[in-house]
């Protein structure tokens, strides 16, 4: 039932709660997210505008009149950047040499992750629903709330459980989450549901609140592969752990030309563009400038994920209300979303209620 009261003001709340949400729950400085996230917004704008027709902050490139492919972006803000950081650090490859053995965890693990492998399945439960989230942004959160909550967060980036855990936990319950938006609203959480979503549009199925009621063998079909899923992927992890830790034996010489290599690959097989592989380099400086001044990523990811979808359902409320923003509080959904959302930009500012300084530490 609440699904059917979602109208485009619900949902413009809805994912400026997400993106409000990401900002606060940032590692470094809030403002330094806040202002990462209007940088993302602003990227998202750049295209054909879809009902005016005109074009905006193209430049007459035909590349970017379908706007800047998200691929390019991530691959350069993550991949190229990250090879580029270290190259810059020049750090020495060191590699532990042990045999691996104690693959379950003993009491003493379950002990010191259970409250991290909570706090990350709620968190990434609730990431996971919202537009744009996804398993990439919930464990990013569940990292940063970890380190923030832990009493020897300079023990992050060596191996602590809780580091593993709860973005662990977060990246699961997210991935899962994501299918609810889809399946009751029809509303894509991240890129790999927008592309089930056009699956399913081929083969006639229009996601919704009556999809239970039209197809519910697609639907508990869905369900269930999920713990089928999880139960196979432990049953291979397990045993190829061995292979994936030869991986990291690879001389620092061999892996970040790899990395490139497959960075190149990967965003030119999708267009076949080579304007987009120039994309990839620009936001890989872009992405190591980030690092350096330890500006966050993630805000900026989703902001640019959200920014299409955002300015839809403001154009589309704001028609609705003939250009009124009262239209956001006079709905009772909309209401709680947007109350929610502005507390959590106002509670910072409060004195007592401030972030301690070692939320000023990067991800490392």
């Known amino acids: 039932m609440i699904a059917l009261k979602f109208g485009p ?11 409000t949400l990401l900002i606060y729950l940032a590692s470094g400085s809030m403002m330094k997210a806040l202002m990462t996230a209007c940088v993302g917004i602003f990227l998202g704008t750049i295209g054909t505008d879809t009902i005016s027709g005109i074009e905006r902050f193209t430049y007459r490139s035909y590349t970017l009149m379908d706007g800047i ?29 042990t045999r691996i053995s104690n693959l379950l965890p003993t009491l003493r693990d379950w002990k010191d ?17 919202l537009p744009g ?14 380190k923030r909550l832990s009493k020897h967060p300079e023990k992050f980036g060596s191996g602590a459980i809780e580091g593993v855990a709860g973005p662990e936990s977060a990246n699961n319950a997210a991935s899962q989450a994501s299918f609810i938006p889809l399946l009751t609203l029809g509303i894509p959480a991240n890129v790999v549901m927008a592309i089930l979503l056009g699956a399913l549009m081929i083969y006639n ?13 697609l639907f508990w079909g869905v ?10 992927l432990l049953i291979l992890n397990i045993p190829l752990i061995g ?26 097989s999708v267009n076949n563009n080579m304007v987009e592989i120039v994309i990839m380099i620009i936001f890989g400086i872009v992405g190591y400038l980030m690092k350096k001044f330890k500006y966050e990523a993630a805000p900026l990811i989703l902001a640019f994920v959200l ?17 009124s923003f009262s239209i956001f509080f006079t709905r009772p959904l909309s209401l709680i979303l947007m109350v929610v959302a502005i507390l959590l930009l106002i509670l910072p500012l409060i004195p007592g209620l401030k972030r301690p300084p070692k939320g000023e530490e990067e991800i490392s």
């Open 113 to 129: 992750s259970i409250l991290s492998i909570l706090r990350g399945t709620f968190l990434g439960f609730f990431l996971g629903i």
């Open 307 to 323: 920014s299409p979808l955002l300015e839809n359902a403001l154009r589309q409320s704001l028609l609705m209300s003939h250009g």
């Open 9 to 19: 003001p619900e949902y413009f709340s809805l994912m400026f709660l997400g993106l």
């Open 223 to 232: 369900v269930g592969s999920m713990y089928i899923g999880n139960v196979m």
């Open 205 to 217: 199925i229009k996601p919704g609140p009556l999809l239970i009621k039209n197809h519910p063998d």
């Open 133 to 146: 989230g996804g398993a990439t942004i919930a464990s990013f959160g569940a990292y940063a709330v970890e």
């Open 243 to 268: 292979i994936w830790v030869k991986i990291l034996k690879l001389p620092y010489p061999i892996l970040f030309p790899l990395i490139l290599l497959f960075c190149l690959i990967g965003v030119y």
């Open 69 to 97: 492919g998200l691929i390019p972006v991530i691959m350069g803000l993550f991949g190229i950047a990250e090879v580029l950081l270290n190259i810059d650090e020049a750090s020495k490859q060191e590699i532990y040499k």
